[in-house]
T-cell receptor, first 113, second 119 residues
């Protein structure tokens, strides 16, 4: 158990819908990262927050948005869903350190039908 | 160009034997970190081992060791005494740049190697 929690574990929805994925980082971790894992794209960085502020954006679609709240939990919002958005979405967190190791949550498996 | 290359889509090893999973990386930044993660069939990503670009010695964590050859830009994972539970996907990842120096600490991943341990 990495200490990072993600809900829900599984999500099945229809095209055009909107969903929210939630992540609680490990206690004390200030950075939260979101990654998408799909068969064709592999593991791709979406976005990073550090202590409530957006720090970096990767290959995140405009239909996707995220935020980190004062209690440091984070939400990833996916809207106008398409079939190609079906993937495993990971949240990871890290504590400021020499290694800055990222610990991953169990992921949310999203299926868009 | 790919930043992380894992050339072995699949590897097979006999139980109790050692196996090396290859990883090469591409960066012009002198400061970087290299990570290996394990992803079992259940899907979670498990951190295994870390190597910093300035680390003088190869990293070791139990049965895992990292064969770091900086000049060749390779960071191969060595698993000794393989166990059936080692069967999984293994991902090599890199973080570029110094931590919190204005950049992101995001990871770039390779495509992974599927390891199968045979009894």
């Amino acid at each position: 158990d990495s200490g990072v929690t993600q809900t829900p574990k599984h999500l099945i929805t229809a095209t055009g819908q909107r969903v929210t994925l939630r992540c609680s980082p490990r206690s004390g971790d200030l950075s939260v990262y979101w990654y998408q894992q799909s068969l064709d794209q592999g593991l791709q960085f979406l976005i990073q927050y550090y202590n409530g502020e957006e720090r970096a954006k990767g290959n995140i679609l405009e239909r996707f948005s995220a935020q980190q709240f004062p209690d440091l939990h984070s939400e990833l919002n996916l809207s106008s869903l398409e079939l190609g958005d079906s993937a495993l979405y990971f949240c990871a967190s890290s504590v400021p350190s020499y290694q800055e190791t990222q610990y991953f949550g169990p992921g949310t498996r999203l299926l868009v039908l | 160009a790919q930043k992380i290359t894992q050339t072995q889509p699949g590897m097979f090893v006999q139980e109790k034997e050692a196996v090396t999973l290859d990883c090469t990386y591409d960066t012009s930044d002198p400061s970087y970190g290299l990570f290996w993660y394990k992803q079992p069939s259940s899907g979670e990503m498990i951190f295994l081992i870390y190597q910093g670009s300035y680390d003088q010695q190869n990293a070791t964590e139990g049965r895992y060791s990292l064969n770091f050859q900086k000049a060749r830009k390779s960071a191969n994972l060595v698993i000794s005494a393989s166990q059936l539970g080692d069967s999984a996907m293994y991902f090599c990842a890199m973080r570029e740049g110094q931590i919190r120096q204005g950049g992101s600490e995001k990871l770039v991943f390779g495509k992974g190697t599927k390891l199968t341990v045979n009894p």
